[in-house]
């Protein structure tokens, strides 16, 4: 079975940029969607096909796909981004999540 | 605005059988282009998939709970419910029912998932 690889935690300072991998074998010739999930909270669609935005999701949410990693990207990070993010893929018919990143605003 | 709301039993004895349901408003769950699925997250672990009902009716599991799972709707009601035999502590979780945005993929139909329900824990015990 296809596997989706994520670091445990990722800390970026406030203001800056945070960079969240997504990592699976030739992942480029995937879909990749991004979740942002916030204790207590249901998950929520930040990034679809790799770099699309639902609306209302900030400009500073941006992601890319190339070779064995996607990343979600967080522009001027604030604190309100705390949370676990998740990326997604489909593989024969069967959704498989990464095991989702933590995402610390310091 | 589309919003899905899950309900059911919160305590489910060892070898007994899990049922949640899924009230859908805002939409029809008949409406093509989605499919309607539940994914669960454990204590202190990630999410994982469980299965979707396509509004004809199909419907596609993780291989991992196939023999254990069953999706299905109810159009009348505009809802859709799960059910899990055998439940052991491992399927404790909180269960989350999603709406799945269909679109064409390199193999077949993918889905996104927007938006989820707010989720319900049960736990085996």
């Known amino acids: 079975s296809y596997e989706v690889t994520q670091p445990l935690s990722v800390s970026v300072a406030l203001g800056q940029t945070a960079r969240i991998p997504c990592g699976g074998k030739?992942?480029?010739?995937?879909?990749v969607h991004w979740y942002q999930k916030k204790p207590g909270q249901a998950p929520v669609l930040v990034l679809y096909r790799d770099s699309n935005r639902p609306s209302g999701i900030p400009e500073r949410f941006s992601g890319s796909n190339s070779g064995n990693t996607a990343t979600l990207t967080i522009s001027r990070a604030q604190g309100g981004d705390e949370a676990e993010f998740y990326c997604q893929v489909w593989e024969t018919k069967t959704g498989v999540f990464g095991g989702g990143t933590k995402l610390t605003v310091l | 605005q589309l919003q899905l709301q899950e309900s059911g039993s919160g305590l489910v004895k060892p070898s007994q059988t899990l049922s949640l349901t899924c009230a859908v408003s805002g939409d029809s769950i008949s409406s093509g282009g989605s499919s309607w699925n539940w994914i669960r997250q454990p204590p202190g672990k990630g999410l994982e998939w469980i299965g979707y009902?396509?509004?004809?009716?199909?419907?596609y599991y993780n291989p991992s709970l196939k023999s254990r799972v069953n999706i299905s709707v109810d159009r009348f009601k505009n809802q859709f419910s799960l059910k899990l035999s055998s439940v052991t502590a491992a399927d404790t979780a909180v269960y989350y029912c999603?709406?799945?945005?269909?679109?064409?993929?390199?193999?077949?139909?993918?889905?996104?998932?927007?938006?989820w329900g707010q989720g319900t824990l049960v736990t085996v015990s």
């Open positions: 030739n992942i480029a010739s995937k879909n």
């Open positions: 009902i396509y509004h004809s009716g199909n419907t």
């Open positions: 999603a709406r799945g945005v269909v679109y064409s993929g390199s193999y077949g139909p993918e889905n996104w998932f927007d938006p």
